[in-house]
């Protein structure tokens, strides 16, 4: 069974950092890009940050400059490290994974920033 599991969501204040990570697991091969989404209480669901299998990178807009997507492959992990957070970066963020055949998504982990 497939799984993408997000977790190192929580509580922060404005200004503060946090760190993500995703763990997959399962049958996930030939993997071409990993990154977050996020979405907000009654909004779409927004590109956060993605990382390509050679490391390119792109961010969403509103998080360049303050956040950093990075992989480790040998833990199957991908992180996304957030500086300088604003209460608009309040949200669940989703990890997925873009294979050559398939697109799995995480459950979510919940990120709050209070002002």
């Known amino acids: 069974q497939v799984q993408l599991v997000e977790s190192g969501g929580g509580l922060v204040q404005a200004g503060g950092s946090l760190s993500l990570s995703c763990v997959f697991s399962g049958s996930i091969f030939d993997i071409r890009v990993m990154g977050w989404y996020r979405q907000a209480p009654g909004k779409e669901r927004e590109l956060v940050a993605t990382i390509t299998s050679s490391s390119s990178t792109n961010y969403g807009d509103s998080v360049k400059g303050r956040f950093t997507i990075s992989r480790d492959n040998a833990k199957n992990t991908v992180y996304l490290r957030m500086n300088n957070l604003k209460p608009e970066d309040t949200g669940v963020y989703y990890c997925?994974?873009?294979?050559?055949?398939?697109?799995?998504w995480g459950k979510g982990t919940l990120v709050t920033v209070s002002s």
């Open positions: 997925r994974t873009i294979t050559a055949l398939m697109v799995y």
